[in-house]
């Protein structure tokens, strides 16, 4: 069975600074999404990673897959307040079921 | 272009009493998927629709927990009897197809279901 694990699980940043959030699973799969959840709101995608080694950005967001390590990050840099929300990712188990982590919940504090 | 619809927005309901939920997927997308989000158990994948082929129901909690797609577009996922712990926020997605470049879940705005 597919366990995908986030960390950290809460972030408080300050504007400006750099952090990473982590997402970590269990079995192989080549295929990871990140999504971003506003408050009362659905999700959002952010990155689609296909393969060892992908990398994709976006803004002040840069994400990373590496399939070897079964480890994807999602790196941000110089936060800004209207970053503030929660992340996750989630893996392909199978034919698209996806398998989402806990998500990370990211406050920038100005 | 229009994306995924859902409704109602909210719903309340008594225990014991059955629900209906409903999904608009975008049109043209192939694939729909039903997840459910609540505090204690996070975002789980409930079920999915690739075309014509047999759904993928592996992920419904329990025999009261049914969905059928008609058309090829719309979906209606039903909740018999619902208890309690049904509550929780019932999130519908879509994509073009499982091939690579078209698998991207576009998600609905969800269903807010409180069982009373």
């Known amino acids: 069975e597919l366990k995908v694990e986030q960390n950290p699980l809460f972030l408080s940043m300050q504007e400006g600074k750099n952090y990473t959030i982590y997402c970590n699973y269990s079995t192989t799969s080549d295929r990871l999404y990140w999504y971003r959840q506003d408050p009362g709101k659905s999700l959002e995608s952010l990155f689609v990673l296909l393969s060892n080694g992908a990398v994709k950005q976006e803004g002040r967001l840069m994400a990373s897959l590496d399939t070897k390590a079964r480890l994807s990050t999602l790196h941000i840099t110089a936060a800004v307040h209207d970053l503030s929300a929660t992340y996750f990712c989630a893996v392909d188990e199978y034919g698209n079921k996806l398998v989402f982590g806990a998500g990370t919940i990211l406050r920038v504090k100005s | 272009g229009a994306g995924v619809s859902q409704s109602p927005s909210n719903k309340v309901t008594e225990k014991g009493k059955d629900v209906e939920l409903r999904c608009d997927p975008i049109?043209?997308?192939?694939?729909l998927y039903w997840y459910r989000q609540s505090l204690g158990q996070g975002l789980e994948f409930l079920i999915y629709f690739q075309g014509n082929s047999a759904p993928d129901k592996s992920g419904l909690p329990s025999d009261r927990f049914s969905a059928e797609r008609t058309g090829g577009s719309v979906s209606t996922l039903t909740i018999q009897r619902t208890q309690q712990e049904d509550s929780a926020v019932y999130l519908c997605a879509s994509s073009f197809s499982y091939s690579r470049g078209q698998e991207t879940q576009y998600f609905g705005p969800g269903t807010r279901l409180l069982v009373l």
């Open positions: 049109s043209g997308h192939t694939a």
